[in-house]
């Protein structure tokens, strides 16, 4: 078997090779990203999204009106915990009814990649039978290029488990392995809980991006993420901290496994610090619809690109204001959290990219992709579960 980190770059290449090309003007263009919304049936304990919901389509409404372009990348929908019936009735009149909006405004106005949990969206018949009665005829695709330099997907590609199977290339056997998974809820949002996971993901993620040459927009992980990787600090921190409980580890094959990962990582870092290589800031991520409080999105807007956090924040104003149980008033309000000129940072990539002497040939378009699955789901195997 090969490494996780090849995976994800054959991956990323895949679905960069397959991705929707739109034409991008950074002077004017304005565009949302939000991943990660698990919308599911509003259940207890499986529904995160519920709490933010308000305050989700508060924002989109926003977008609506200030004239951006919405993406909507992946994870979307958790299917693997909810069924697509039931997630379209809990929220038709809300979420959907708000997305729909952009939805027929068209492409580019509205755009979705699938992520692991909404992968159902890779067959092409899924999509028709439950999304166009909510949004029209939508086209979901496995990433999205905005001009030459900007590349928006998911980014759970290839990674081991969090990829749903669909590594596997025999139907039968796939199909067991996400059924397996529904089951025992195992690796169910494994990466984004995981704080070293999610670290180890954001790394590869952030390697494919600048060996590519790519400004590269992810989800996946819930940690939001500007244009740099955690601090070397905070890795050896997570690295002592592991070690110092590696004996009542619960997982110490795995804490094992990403010691050794952080280790390389943390020398590698060393490395590029001598050589003056640095970091290189081609890795962001949208973070998630499903915070405790609030959502956070990544704005594109002429010229600059900038992480926000909707959320709802206390006001002493009655105008407008929602009111809880205990009395207390609320707005809800975007902050910008942090902000850059999008040119420069583009230049910066497409400089490295230049220097270095890794290939950066892409793949063709048209390149062949792994069937989409083409199983028939056994909903009563989830109801099960
Ligand atoms: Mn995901």
Not at 168 to 194: G, K, V
């Amino acid at each position: 078997m090969i490494g996780e980190r090849k995976r994800t770059f054959r991956r990323l290449d895949e679905a960069y090779a397959n991705s929707l090309h739109v034409p991008f003007d950074i002077k004017r263009d304005r565009y949302v990203i939000f991943s990660d919304l698990h919308l599911a049936d509003r259940k207890r304990g499986i529904d995160d999204f519920a709490r933010n919901e308000m305050i989700y389509c508060h924002a989109l409404q926003h977008y609506y009106d200030t004239g951006f372009h919405l993406i909507l990348n992946g994870d979307v929908e958790e299917s693997w915990e909810a069924r697509p019936r039931k997630i379209r009735s809990a929220y038709r009149d809300t979420v959907y009814e708000v997305e729909r909006k952009f939805a027929l405004k068209g492409e580019p106005w509205h755009i979705r990649t699938w992520g692991n949990h909404d992968d159902i969206w890779a067959n092409s018949e899924k999509v028709r039978k439950h999304l166009w009665p909510e949004l029209g005829p939508v086209t979901v695709y496995p990433g999205v290029r905005l001009g030459d330099n900007l590349f928006v997907a998911h980014g759970h590609q290839g990674e081991l488990l969090g990829d749903s199977g669909a590594w596997i290339s025999e139907p039968a056997i796939r199909f067991f392995w996400r059924w397996l998974q529904r089951l025992t809820r195992w690796t169910s949002a494994r990466a984004a809980t995981n704080h070293l996971i999610r670290t180890r993901r954001a790394e590869s993620l952030y390697q494919w991006a600048r060996n590519r040459g790519q400004l590269f927009i992810a989800g996946h992980t819930h940690k939001s993420m500007f244009g740099y990787l955690p601090e070397q600090n905070e890795l050896i921190n997570h690295m002592r901290r592991l070690e110092a409980t590696l004996a009542s580890n619960p997982n110490p094959y795995e804490a094992r496994a990403t010691i050794e990962h952080l280790h390389k990582t943390i020398s590698r870092g060393k490395r590029c610090r001598r050589s003056g290589e640095g970091r290189l800031p081609c890795y962001f991520n949208s973070g998630s619809c499903v915070h405790t409080n609030g959502i956070t999105g990544i704005e594109i807007d002429r010229g600059g690109i900038r992480l926000v956090r909707w959320s709802l924040v206390e006001t002493a104003s009655r105008s407008g204001a929602l009111v809880d149980e205990d009395g207390l008033m609320f707005t809800i309000r975007p902050r910008i959290l942090q902000r850059a000129n999008l040119a420069e940072v583009v230049a910066q990539i497409k400089l490295a990219a230049g220097r270095s002497s890794l290939p950066l040939a892409l793949p063709a378009a048209g390149h062949a992709m792994e069937p989409a699955l083409e199983f028939e789901e056994d909903e009563d195997v989830h109801a099960a579960a």
